[in-house]
């Protein structure tokens, strides 16, 4: 009876240890799913239409006011083209580049959420690379300014997802400072369903002027991941 009752228990023992590795791989699947939501492949055939903007691997054009999309975080470039189709960016008077970008989200091979991701995909494919600075500013004072913006964008610009802060470190920096001219001007952060934006727009009152704008990117421009 004795051998009984142990075997049992040593049966009731294996069980539960078959079931934590269950959900152990389970949680793991769940993961890899969650960072794995798009085609990147898919997504290849999304992007030609960016290439005369963006650049073919991300890179930006200052030529043509478009930001470096190579290195920021997926969950930001979904939710900014998210906002361009819902009319909640690209709308407001004279943000020309804006309504440009709104025009370009709404096409038709961008209607759906799996295409989104899967066009995030291939873009969180492309090579980091290093944007040459093109903003002179004082960036001991920038450091002093830039500890406001640490608590939603991190301490080296790398972005915090729960705060909804984009990553800043290698954006390049005369698009930093034009996102925040268009903060400060109204041009961003102005509808009701963009809480990211209507948060950052308050919270540019710190970096309102020309100066400060140009010495706190200057400090970004210090920063690496």
Sequence with gaps: MYRHTLRIMDDSSLSKVWLLVVCAVGLCLASTCALAAGD????RSLY?????????KGEGNAAMKAPKLAGQTGWYLKRQMELFQQGARGTAAGDMTGMQMAAMAKGPQLASDAALDDLVAYIGSFPETQQAPTIQGDAEAGATLYATCAACHGKRAEGNEA???PRLAGQSD???VAQLQKFRDGQRGYHNSDHGGRQMRAMSGTVATEAAMHNVVAYINSLTD
Aim: charged share 5%; with cysteine.
């Design 40 to 43: 990147a492949g898919k997504g």
């Design 48 to 56: 030609p239409v960016c290439t005369a903007c963006h650049g073919a």
């Design 163 to 165: 705060m909804a802060g």
């Design 174 to 176: 005369w698009y930093l």
